[in-house]
């Protein structure tokens, strides 16, 4: 899998930063370079911001909120090094309303409509989304449901809950779905799970045929042996009977921020 322009940007300021940071550690650079990266950093961090909006805009994916996050704390470094705002890194925390901002935003112009109500199916003990139960919103036949929340928890583990294709999102929370107990059709079922900061956590019946694409921008990522750590991972597993089964799970596991853990039982 190539990396995206939006990766090798952030990959190469990473760089830039932990190279300049190691240098004057060691005393190399001089304080007057030193005051110069400090000036720099934040237009580089604005580039960055802007190339990776431009990705999420072209491929409509939910990155483009952690970039717009990214341009306005960037712009405001840029502001402070222009002596037209007041604002330093640590500052950082102030920004929190703009999550709700941007959560906001998102639900105003997304094309997908989601309703969330306390009426469900499936068993009443269910926690979803922070709530004692979910509705998600049913779709013509052949079509995925959608279900949207803004914050709290994702827990699906009852006996015999429905797998159906669906598409999950959660803004901040963590989400544990067993797939161990729930009703499985025979047929390839597709859920679509995607959040910004959180951890996800699925069980996976040893006899279920399964194919997993997972995300992660930053944090862990787990897929039964396979792991990765750090920044901008990526695994994708198939088992080797998946083309040829009858009843099988694909699962699109995408997170900004957090861990994401796979096991089989």
């Known amino acids: 899998m190539g990396k995206s322009l939006a990766q090798i940007m952030f990959s190469f300021c990473l760089l830039v930063v932990g190279i300049v940071l190691l240098l004057v550690n060691l005393g190399v ?47 405001l470094l840029c502001l402070d090094r222009l002596h037209l705002f007041t604002f330093a890194f640590m500052d950082f925390w102030k920004l929190w309303p703009l ?73 901040i929370g963590n989400y544990f779905i067993d797939f161990s107990k729930a009703y499985i059709p025979d047929k390839e079922t597709h859920i679509e799970i995607s959040g910004w900061i959180g951890d996800v956590k699925i069980i996976i019946p040893d006899n279920l045929p399964v ?23 990526k695994l994708v597993y198939k088992s080797p009977d998946y083309d040829e089964a009858v009843r099988k799970l694909s699962l699109h596991i995408y997170l900004n921020i957090g861990d994401v853990t796979v096991k089989k039982v």
Do not use: C
């Not at 694409?213 to 901008?232: A, H, N, R, T």
């Open 211 to 233: 194919r997993i694409e997972g995300e992660v921008k930053i944090g862990d990522l787990q897929i039964f042996e396979q792991s990765k750590d750090g920044l901008g991972n």
């Open 99 to 171: 999550i709700m901002i941007i959560a906001a935003l998102s639900m105003m112009f997304k094309k997908s409509k989601f309703l969330v109500v306390t009426n469900v199916n499936w068993a009443k003990e269910d926690k979803v989304f922070g709530k004692p139960s979910i509705h998600i919103k049913q779709k013509p036949e052949g079509k995925k449901k959608r279900a949207f929340s803004l914050v709290g928890d994702v827990k699906i583990n009852t006996e015999n809950w429905p797998a159906e294709p669906m598409t999950m999102h959660n803004t």
């Open 29 to 75: 650079i001089s304080l007057e370079i030193k005051q110069l990266f400090v000036v720099l950093y934040p237009f580089l961090l604005l580039v960055y911001g802007v190339v990776l909006l431009i990705s999420g805009i072209r491929k409509r994916a939910t990155n483009t909120f952690l970039a717009i996050f990214i341009l306005v704390f960037a712009g």
